[in-house]
């Protein structure tokens, strides 16, 4: 899509439900895909998300090497993580945490992980992290 549509809010074809809409993107997803949204003109809104090219699309289930951030929260650094806290619905609403030093006890029942203190971003504060990783990273925005 060129700017010149995107300035004029053109109406564009649903890839979800095939209906016009006016397309907008949103939240990047810690696999680099994009979070695109249609309004149509009932008020309806689709989301799916979209990958800003083929390779990213590709990469997208490769390991990353572990982000290095300073915690808005506890300003100590530590690696950026993320799940989804619902895996059927809103399947594009990530929370992030930030993963510190290793702490008595482990996860899960079978492949048992060592338990790592953790503070979870609040959206605002997640916004911003993307905001300054947005920087280094080649993903449109
Ligand atoms: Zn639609
Ligand atoms: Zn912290």
């Given at each position: 899509m060129c700017l010149e549509m995107i300035r004029t809010k053109q109406y564009t074809e649903c890839l979800i439900c095939g209906k016009q809409g006016i397309e907008q993107a949103g939240d990047i997803l810690p696999d680099k895909g994009i979070l695109i949204q249609v309004l149509h003109d009932d008020g309806s809104i689709c989301k799916f998300v979209e990958y800003s090219s083929i390779s990213t699309f590709l990469d997208r289930s490769k390991k990353e090497t572990p982000r290095i951030v300073s915690c808005p929260i506890c300003r100590q650094n530590g690696r950026i993580g993320n799940f989804r806290p619902?895996?059927?619905?809103?399947?594009?609403?990530w929370r992030y945490y930030i993963e510190h030093e290793q702490i008595d006890g482990y996860w899960g029942k079978k492949n048992k992980v060592r338990k790592h203190r953790r503070c979870y971003l609040t959206n605002d504060q997640k916004n911003d992290l993307i905001k300054k990783l947005g920087r280094n990273t080649n993903v449109r925005i």
């Open positions: 619902s895996k059927d619905k809103n399947f594009h609403a």
